[in-house]
């Protein structure tokens, strides 16, 4: 049984940075799924997979998978770059990149 321990990206929908500052580790998936005969629904007897711990550091991860014996991967974190956007820029009139209206 094989776990990820990655640092979540923030929401793309939202401009918050809500859940993506804590480190979780998600177990991969052990058993293939399987298709359900009379609905058709995907389904898994692996129940590891439901389980998804949240730690503050990655170290808090880490000392956990070793502690109980899981192997574990470590994603990078991908940290954004901030853009530097200035408002009135855009009303320059040196502007590099003309009006399209």
Do not use: C
């Not at 990655?6 to 052990?30: C, D, F, I, T």
């Not at 997979?49 to 070793?66: C, G």
């Not at 014996?69 to 040196?94: L, W």
């Amino acid at each position: 049984m094989t776990a990820r321990i990655y640092r979540p990206a923030r929401n793309a929908m939202q401009s918050g940075k809500g859940k993506s500052k804590q480190w979780v580790l998600v177990h991969e998936q052990a058993i293939a799924r399987k298709i359900e005969p009379l609905m058709g629904y995907t389904s898994s007897s692996d129940m590891s997979q439901q389980i998804k711990l949240s730690f503050a550091t990655l170290e808090e991860a880490e000392a956990y998978a070793q502690r109980n014996g899981i192997e574990y991967t470590v994603q990078p974190a991908h940290d954004a770059t901030p853009k530097r956007v200035s408002y009135p820029d855009n009303f320059k009139s040196d502007r590099k990149t003309p009006w399209t209206h």
